[in-house]
Structure formats: structure tokens, C-alpha cells
């Protein structure tokens, strides 16, 4: 079992940066896959950027040259850093990894891009 715990959520304007992390409780060098998703209102939970245990990385096509994901190893931490930041971007977002599919969830973050 890993416990995952997002931080670094919050208010931010349009064009605005905001970096958010993901600590998890134990050693995840075994975790294939990692990634963060998120949620925004009334809308159906979406797979944002994600990246293998090799350092292979996938983005949604609205965030494609806007994110950037990476994760550490030996600090067991996964970081989702959002520059240009739209309105449209405003969601929970969460922190998923698993072996072979994403069975571990953080509780997730808030991000509101609101001017």
C-alpha cells in the first residue's frame, strides 16, 4: 500500500505558474506508472500528464508545452509544474500511481486560475 499526499494547490492568475508536489509514504521505485489527473467542475476526471518508472512522459493535448511532469526516485516525490496557467485549468487535482495502472490516489489539491 503507498499513501500519496499532494501539496502546493491554490489561487493563481491567468498566465501564472504554479508547481505542485506529491509525497508518498514509502519507497516507489516500483510504481511503472505515475501521473496526475484532475477534475474541474462539472466535468469528468481526466488524466493530465503522466510518466513511467523509465522517465517516459505523456501529456493531454491542452497542456502539451504548458506542463511539465517529473518525479525523484530516491526522494519518492512526483512534481507537476503548470506554467501559462488558463481558467480552464481551474480543477481538484490528484496524484495516482500503481504498478501497472493507477491504483493509489492522493486526496487531491485545488487549483483556481481566476484573475
Known amino acids: 500500500q503507498v499513501q500519496l499526499v499532494e501539496s502546493g494547490g491554490g489561487l493563481v492568475q491567468p498566465g501564472g505558474s504554479l508547481r505542485l508536489s506529491c509525497a508518498a509514504s514509502?519507497?516507489?521505485?516500483?510504481?511503472?506508472?505515475m501521473g496526475w489527473y484532475r477534475q474541474g467542475p462539472g466535468k469528468q476526471r481526466e488524466l493530465v500528464a503522466g510518466i513511467t518508472r523509465g522517465g517516459s512522459t505523456n501529456y493531454a493535448d491542452s497542456v502539451k508545452g504548458r506542463f511539465t511532469i517529473s518525479r525523484d526516485n530516491t526522494k519518492n516525490t512526483l512534481a507537476l509544474q503548470m506554467n501559462s496557467l488558463k481558467p480552464e485549468d481551474t480543477a481538484v487535482y490528484y496524484c495516482?500511481?500503481?504498478?501497472?495502472?493507477?491504483?493509489?490516489w492522493g486526496q487531491g489539491t485545488q487549483v483556481t486560475v481566476s484573475s
Open positions: 495516482s500511481a500503481g504498478v501497472n495502472k493507477y491504483d493509489y
Open positions: 514509502r519507497s516507489f521505485w516500483f510504481l511503472n506508472v
